[in-house]
């Protein structure tokens, strides 16, 4: 198990057990999701969440959702940020 702050990301407040057939926790589910596991049974493949009961695996769908829209708020395509509007200002106007 890779942790959270080893992979650079701070650890959540909670840590919530979410899947409660396979003992799996919250932390666990992110770390799998932020290691590339990009659908509900790709997060189950790396750590069983999900494939039990089933129940939790819309809990899991939303944090892939939450991910995602996380990563596309912090991140620009470079073609835009190559872009004069997106360039910084090194000079002060005069
Ligand atoms: S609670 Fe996760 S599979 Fe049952």
Redesign the pocket.
């Known amino acids: 198990m890779v942790s959270l702050a080893a992979i650079g990301y701070p650890m959540p407040v909670a840590d919530l057990l979410?899947?409660?057939?396979?003992a799996?926790y919250e932390r666990e589910v992110l770390v799998c999701i932020r290691r590339g596991a990009r659908t509900v049974d790709e997060v189950g493949d790396e750590c069983d969440?999900?494939?039990?009961?089933?129940?939790?695996?819309g809990a899991i769908k939303t944090m892939i959702e939450e991910e995602q829209q996380r990563k596309g708020e912090h991140s620009l395509p470079p073609e835009l940020l190559a872009l004069p509007l997106f360039a910084r200002n090194k000079s002060p106007k005069k």
Do not use: H
């Open positions: 979410l899947c409660q057939c396979n799996i969440a999900g494939t039990g009961c089933g129940s939790c695996r």
